[in-house]
């Protein structure tokens, strides 16, 4: 690999961290950008490949329990819903309510640059609803090989830490 190929991949892959761990407090998808990143610096660094085989098991098996039933299939949806409900009030401004105790340079603080992120989020999340839907849902043998692989991962992160 080149040296400005591999300066531009690890330059992504910890802007994606970094972004990552904003977007855990701001709004945006940050469990699914620090993946992003840990899957790019993977390439270069053995110790991001060693952390993200679990989280990416973990994250499939989240992905599996929110399709097991239908009450947590609607949740999921409502989610998605209210996402882009909150993008779309973010995006409009309404004036502040008479209730709000604050300034109104307060109320809804981020604009259009926030729910565009939101609505951006909503959109992420109805992608990886319908992915775990058509990978989980009614197939219980997908989980139990997930439930397999989870545990074996498991393992070999034990055995790397005891290294």
Same mark, same amino acid.
């Given at each position: 690999?080149?040296?400005?190929?591999? +300066? +531009? %991949?690890? @330059? *992504? @892959?910890?802007?994606?961290?970094? @972004?990552?761990?904003?977007?855990?407090?701001?709004?945006? /998808?940050?469990?699914?950008?620090? %993946? !992003?990143?840990? !899957?790019?610096?993977?390439?270069?660094?053995?110790? !991001?490949?060693?952390?993200?085989? /679990?989280?990416?098991?973990?994250?499939?098996?989240?992905?599996?329990?929110?399709?097991?039933? *239908? /009450?947590?299939? &609607? &949740?999921?949806?409502? @989610? +998605?819903? %209210?996402? +882009? !409900?909150?993008?779309?009030?973010?995006?409009?401004?309404?004036?502040?309510?008479d209730w709000w105790p604050l300034s109104d340079s307060l109320w809804l603080v981020g604009g259009a640059g926030t729910g565009s992120t939101l609505i951006a989020s909503a959109a992420i999340a109805a992608g990886l609803l319908v992915y775990s839907y058509r990978r989980f849902h009614g197939k219980p043998e997908a989980v139990e090989a997930?439930?397999?692989? &989870?545990?074996?991962?498991?393992?070999?992160?034990?055995?790397?830490?005891?290294?």
């Amino acid at each position: 690999m080149t040296l400005a190929r591999r +300066v +531009v %991949f690890e @330059g *992504v @892959g910890w802007l994606l961290i970094v @972004g990552g761990i904003a977007a855990l407090i701001l709004p945006g /998808p940050g469990l699914l950008m620090l %993946f !992003a990143g840990l !899957a790019i610096l993977s390439q270069q660094y053995e110790w !991001a490949e060693r952390r993200l085989d /679990p989280i990416k098991y973990r994250a499939l098996k989240g992905a599996a329990e929110s399709v097991e039933n *239908v /009450p947590r299939i &609607v &949740v999921s949806i409502l @989610g +998605v819903c %209210f996402l +882009v !409900a909150c993008g779309v009030l973010w995006i409009l401004k309404p004036p502040p309510p008479d209730w709000w105790p604050l300034s109104d340079s307060l109320w809804l603080v981020g604009g259009a640059g926030t729910g565009s992120t939101l609505i951006a989020s909503a959109a992420i999340a109805a992608g990886l609803l319908v992915y775990s839907y058509r990978r989980f849902h009614g197939k219980p043998e997908a989980v139990e090989a997930l439930e397999r692989q &989870v545990e074996e991962a498991d393992q070999e992160y034990a055995e790397l830490r005891e290294d």
